[in-house]
């Protein structure tokens, strides 16, 4: 699932190409995209973009007279821009791969979702009040304090995996990043907020906002003024989301994993828990005994 840095990234390339021009026509190719009645789609036709920013995971563009038209793309979604050619043709909203198209006179925006589980969503809203609706109400953690960081990291007693993943608490955090976050602040994925410390709190605290301003440049940098292609969950330099079985950077252990559901959790055990391997829900049961308990 894109998160604050690909989000920041999109919104960024969204924000060049369609600020200044109005929608000529939003084409949707699913019914099942559309999450909301009231404002119709067709309020944005005709009217000028004024703004698109961030709300969470979500890309929200605004147009004249206070309707947005917000994106969340789930874990498949993607955004890409095709710039409209000398024949005119618009990409094809069939429903299967292209959900929907946002038509500018000078190009499309257009929102593609990979597999067959359909998660993308488009809603709509009027006004900052409806913007506000959406928003999970996390806190923004690029402009926020340590104090108001701390507050929300302890206002409930969570592993700080669940922690730094409720939107709830902070904004657009997901799977991918707390555990680049985790790993930097060498902190373990089920550490008790409330057991944590001032010292923990505080390297926690840099480690997130290193950590999201690091990959937001590399991002940039990587799209090159062009529009951000090739977003993905599991990104060349990561220091241990997706690396399972992989040397650590810091360290040279073997990363290693927790698996639950659909997700996994990858942490180094020499740097972020004392050498303890944790247990993995499904593998530790059926070893009982035979689980390895430490790196050794």
Known sequence: MPELPDVTVYVEAVRERTRGHPIEKVRLGSVFLLRTAEPPVTAVE???????????????????????????????????????ARTGKRPKTDGRRILASVDFPHGSLYLTEAGTQKRASLHMASGEDGLAALDPGGIDVLTCGLAEFSAMLTRENHTLKRALTDPHN?????????DEILHRACLSPILQ????????TGRLFDATRETLIDWVDRLRKEANG?????????REGMAVHGRFGQPCPRCGAKVQRIRYAANETNY??????????LADRALSRLLGKDWPRTLD
Do not use: D
Request: hydrophobic share 40%; net charge positive.
């Open 46 to 84: 005709g009217r000028v973009v004024t703004e698109v920013r961030r709300i969470g995971k979500r890309v929200a563009i605004g147009v004249e007279g206070g309707c947005w038209l917000v994106l969340h793309l789930m874990i498949a979604g993607r955004l890409h821009w095709s710039a409209l």
């Open 193 to 200: 907020t409330h057991r944590m410390t001032s010292e923990e």
């Open 170 to 178: 902070f904004s657009g955090i997901g799977n991918a990043y707390s």
């Open 268 to 277: 180094c055990a020499r740097c972020q828990t004392g050498g303890r391997v």
């Open 226 to 234: 062009g529009f951000p292609e090739g977003v993905t969950a599991f």
